[in-house]
T-cell receptor
């Protein structure tokens, strides 16, 4: 079952601009993770944010989590062409931590 | 770095064939996962394993089985391939339980069933 829903489904920006993607989910979670997938490849983990955290940074990535709104956002600052990829959020439910539930992803295109 | 490898990047099989997809990880991870990825449907969990010889059904186990005889290897078996199993198959592993740990993915196997 899909829990996370990313929006927008697709995003196209110019190099140097910031990109913001959102993820909404339905049930209480232990944590939320963001992954990147380059075209036709496996997924790469970006950030894990726990339910008691509100914000986390990693390089040019900033993730926020609002458990009251059941939503998270991923901000990529100063985007590069190499950031072109699909971005997925995945949640671990508080009641079942043994598997992740994935969103459908946001497809990001960064134009040179 | 964790490395997860999958036996094939591309595979073409005929309807009714038995298909084996192999996944190997080199970091002594307890947990391994098989997903399929289809446009508009995202990643869906087929099976996962939290220990050798242990397995648990995911969200879409029908038509699939798995085998984990050694810690580093997790095999996905399509007993009798059908055209609706044409998909991208992704294997992943994690040190701890899925919800608390990073999952490391293989490059994927794109399977076409004719």
């Amino acid at each position: 079952s899909q829990q996370g829903e990313e929006d927008p489904q697709a995003l196209s920006i110019q190099e140097g601009e910031n990109a913001t993607m959102n993820c909404s989910y339905k049930t209480s979670i232990n944590n939320l993770q963001w992954y990147r997938q380059n075209s036709g490849r496996g997924l790469v983990h970006l950030i894990l944010i726990r339910s008691n955290e509100r914000e986390k940074h990693s390089g040019r990535l900033r993730v926020t989590l609002d458990t009251s709104k059941k939503s998270s956002s991923l901000l990529i600052t100063a985007s590069r062409a190499a950031d072109t990829a699909s971005y997925f959020c995945a949640t671990a439910n508080a009641g079942n931590n043994r598997k992740l539930i994935w969103g459908l992803g946001t497809s990001l295109a960064v134009n040179p | 770095d964790v490395k997860v490898t999958q036996s094939s990047r591309y595979l073409v099989k005929r309807t009714g064939e038995k298909v084996f997809l192999e996944c190997v990880q080199d970091m002594d991870h307890e947990n391994m996962f098989w997903y399929r990825q289809d446009p508009g449907l995202g990643l869906r969990l087929i099976y996962f394993s939290y220990d050798v010889k242990m397995k648990e059904k995911g969200d879409i186990p029908e038509g699939y089985s798995v085998s984990r005889e050694k810690k580093e290897r997790f095999s996905l078996i399509l007993e009798s391939a059908s055209t609706n199993q044409t998909s991208m198959y992704l294997c992943a592993s994690s040190l701890g339980i899925a919800g608390s740990e990073t999952q490391y993915f293989g490059p994927g196997t794109r399977l076409l069933v004719l």
